[in-house]
């Protein structure tokens, strides 16, 4: 019995420690785009946003990092290739007069945290919509990107030490504990 109170012992532990760096490796999603995923509207916008849950990482030099391309059914670009950055905001203008048909996004950014997110969704543009159309931004408008020169030796994930810190606590305290139950439980014995 002693031999297997050690070994569950052991697992509890290293299933306690997993879990604090479970929670630091999160990394941002999409959360909203306008027009809205899976949308239909009554026309078509002049630009696609698409927000997302931490500011993108824009690095000087390298603009493939955030990209976004909308394509009709005839998967025919109808995008301009003039996406802009804005902190946490993915920005793309349309060109102009796209007739009804259902649009098809597909992006993939680098976040701040360096982890790269991509994805796909739809909308379509029909003038017999009842959800209205999306709301109007001019790509303008939008403030200028700002570019973030990150050297190389730096470009590692910044929340390193506090996962180590985080699995080195819930261990401690895991093992902790499971050595109380487990001297209690051998008294009892």
Known sequence: MNKFAKALAAIFIAIAGAFPAQAAFAHAELETSNPEANSVIGAAPEVISLTFGENLMV????????????????????????????GGVLTVSLKASLPDDTYRVTYRVVSEDGHPIEGVFEF??????????????????????????????????????????????????????????????????
Do not use: C, H, W
Request: proline share 4%.
């Open 124 to 189: 379509e543009v029909s003038a017999a919509a009842q959800s209205g159309e999306a709301t109007p931004m001019v790509i303008s408008e939008a403030p200028e990107a700002t570019l973030y020169e990150v050297p190389a030796e730096e470009a590692q994930p910044a929340n390193g030490v506090a996962i180590g810190v985080g699995v080195l606590v819930g261990a401690v305290v895991v093992a902790g504990a499971m050595f109380f139950v487990f001297r209690r439980f051998a008294k009892k014995s």
């Open 59 to 86: 690095l000087e030099g390298e603009v493939a990092a955030n990209q976004v391309q909308v394509e009709d059914t005839m998967k025919v670009r109808v995008d301009n290739g003039d996406y802009q950055v804005n």
